[in-house]
């Protein structure tokens, strides 16, 4: 399948640009947790378990059990402490 070269490029912008934020912001603050989503995917249910993604060296993605055998990166939602999520960011 082709891919829109133009779209792609454009989302690795916004990319950078969260990342830029959040180097700018994130010591004045001191975030506990970071969160990274899609506008266009909306949250069914949030993590019963509040304090379980605080765990260091964690970053939580949904899945579902259908897809435990697919391999593909999750781009809809990711929840984790700073350090863990830059990488994702």
């Given at each position: 399948?082709?891919?829109?070269?133009?779209?792609?490029?454009?989302?690795?912008?916004?990319?950078?640009?969260?990342?830029?934020?959040?180097d700018a912001e994130?010591?004045?603050?001191?975030?506990?947790?970071?969160?990274?989503?899609?506008?266009?995917?909306?949250?069914?249910?949030?993590?019963?378990?509040?304090?379980?993604?605080?765990?260091?060296?964690?970053?939580?993605v949904p899945w579902?059990?259908?897809?435990?055998?697919?391999?593909?990166?999750?781009?809809?939602f990711a929840i984790?402490?700073?350090?863990?999520?830059?990488?994702?960011?």
């Open positions: 399948t082709a891919w829109n070269r133009q779209a792609f490029l454009g989302q690795m912008k916004k990319v950078r640009l969260c990342e830029e934020l959040f994130a010591p004045a603050v001191g975030y506990a947790l970071i969160a990274r989503a899609r506008l266009d995917v909306r949250w069914h249910r949030f993590p019963e378990d509040v304090e379980a993604l605080d765990a260091p060296g964690v970053v939580w579902r059990a259908s897809d435990a055998l697919a391999q593909y990166i999750n781009d809809c984790g402490r700073p350090a863990e999520m830059r990488p994702y960011l």
